[in-house]
Every structure is written in structure tokens, then in C-alpha cells.
T-cell receptor
Framework: EPEVTQTPSHQVTQMGQEVILRCVPI?????FYWYRQILGQKVEFLVS????????KSEIFDDQFSVERPDGSNFTLKIRSTKLEDSAMYFC????????????FGPGTRLLVL | QKEVEQDPGPLSVPEGAIVSLNCTYS??????FMWYRQYSRKGPELLMY????GNKEDGRFTAQVDKSSKYISLFIRDSQPSDSATYLC?????????????FGAGTRLAVHP
């Protein structure tokens, strides 16, 4: 069964460093998402991406964040200068369409900023 | 008022019990309602997806939506230890074709043998 994959599974970084989280969505999907979950808190929407551009972003997704689809398979989330409060589990999701389409989630990347 | 409210539990039940999980919401624009299951340190896995009010059944799981009360439920019949997980309700609205999910806090369920 096709699945969303994410690398790395864990990332430890120093405050102020740049990190890139990688995702491979399901191959025929067209809509891509990033969510995050701070430990003990709810899953929060960060950004949606379609047709090589951001379609919607949350207040959390400020200028320190960017997304890219560098090739036909990968979807990345970059945090330019990490802060302590960026420590969280980051989930990538993809869906075949937008409305009424199931979003499939990857296993997540646990980011720890020291 | 939070957009989506969900009791975090934990909820502990014996094997074979019927489990009822619930969420309330405040935004009447929500049209699509989902239940995800999340095992520890894993990504959310879709269990049930419903649109509009009513019931939907899939095996031991029944999802119920009452839009007039802004209330959704997930029932698990004949609960098993393998059902032990955190259950997340999620909802979305049609907003220009894009479908961000708004999640509840999740209810942690433990089914003991």
C-alpha cells in the first residue's frame, strides 16, 4: 500500500541553525501539507501546497519557514533559523485532490532544538 | 471558545467494552469530519470520514455527526487492546478548494485485557 515517507525520523539541531525536513508524498497525489505537533498539544496546520505554490498558510508559518518541491517526488520544509519553540513533531501529508479527499500522513520527523 | 474541543482523557476500559469518543466544534462552516488514530510516536492514520449529519459504520467503528448540535462521536464496539491509542477528531471546510484540517486535542484510550 502506498504511503507517505519522511526523513529523518529524528533531528537534533542548535538554535539558529537551518534544518530541512523531507517528505515523499504518495506518487499520484497533487496536494501536500505540513502539520506540526508540539509535545502534549494538538496537531496544527502549517501550510498547504499545490501546483508548485503555497495555497494556504497558518500564522505559525512565518518568514522563517519555506516549502519546496525540488523534483517530482520530494516535498521539503525548511526552517531557516530554528528557535527553541520549533521543537515539535512535523508531519507531512498528501491527498489526491482537495475537497472530500483523504489526507494521508507520514510517520513524522521529531525535531529537537537545543 | 476553541474551534474544536475534545476531552483528552485518558479513558481506560476493559476489553470488549463499547467506547464513545466525542468532539464539539464552534464553526458551523465545517462540513467534513474525520477521526484519526495515532499510536505513540507515529503519524495520524485515518479511521473514518463523514460528510454532513448522520451515521457511518465501518466494522467495529461508527462515526456520528450532529451538525445542529455541532457534535461528533466515534463509537468502538468490542474494543480490543490493539485499539489503545490516541484518537483525534479533525474537521475541515471548503475554502477555495484547499482542505486544511483542524484537529481536536486527542483522547488517549487504553483498553486493558
Amino acid at each position: 500500500e502506498p504511503e507517505v515517507t519522511q526523513t529523518p525520523s529524528h533531528q537534533v539541531t542548535q538554535m539558529g541553525q537551518e534544518v530541512i525536513l523531507r517528505c515523499v508524498p504518495i506518487s499520484n497525489h497533487l496536494y501536500f501539507y505540513w502539520y506540526r505537533q508540539i509535545l502534549g498539544q494538538k496537531v496544527e496546520f502549517l501550510v498547504s501546497f499545490y501546483n508548485n505554490e503555497i495555497s494556504e498558510k497558518s500564522e505559525i508559518f512565518d518568514d522563517q519557514f519555506s516549502v519546496e518541491r525540488p523534483d517530482g517526488s520530494n516535498f521539503t520544509l525548511k526552517i531557516r533559523s530554528t528557535k527553541l519553540e520549533d521543537s515539535a513533531m512535523y508531519f507531512c501529508a498528501s491527498s489526491e485532490g482537495a475537497v472530500q479527499e483523504t489526507q494521508y500522513f507520514g510517520p513524522g520527523t521529531r525535531l529537537l532544538v537545543l | 471558545q476553541k474551534e474544536v474541543e475534545q476531552d483528552p482523557g485518558p479513558l481506560s476500559v476493559p476489553e470488549g467494552a463499547i467506547v464513545s469518543l466525542n468532539c464539539t466544534y464552534s464553526n458551523s462552516a465545517f462540513q467534513y469530519f474525520m477521526w484519526y488514530r495515532q499510536y505513540s510516536r507515529k503519524g495520524p492514520e485515518l479511521l473514518m470520514y463523514t460528510y454532513s449529519s448522520g451515521n457511518k459504520e465501518d466494522g467495529r467503528f461508527t462515526a456520528q455527526v450532529d451538525k445542529s448540535s455541532k457534535y461528533i462521536s466515534l463509537f468502538i464496539r468490542d474494543s480490543q487492546p490493539s485499539d489503545s491509542a490516541t484518537y483525534l477528531c479533525a474537521m475541515s471546510m471548503f475554502s477555495g478548494g484547499y482542505n486544511k484540517l483542524i484537529f481536536g486535542a486527542g483522547t488517549r484510550l487504553a483498553v486493558h485485557p
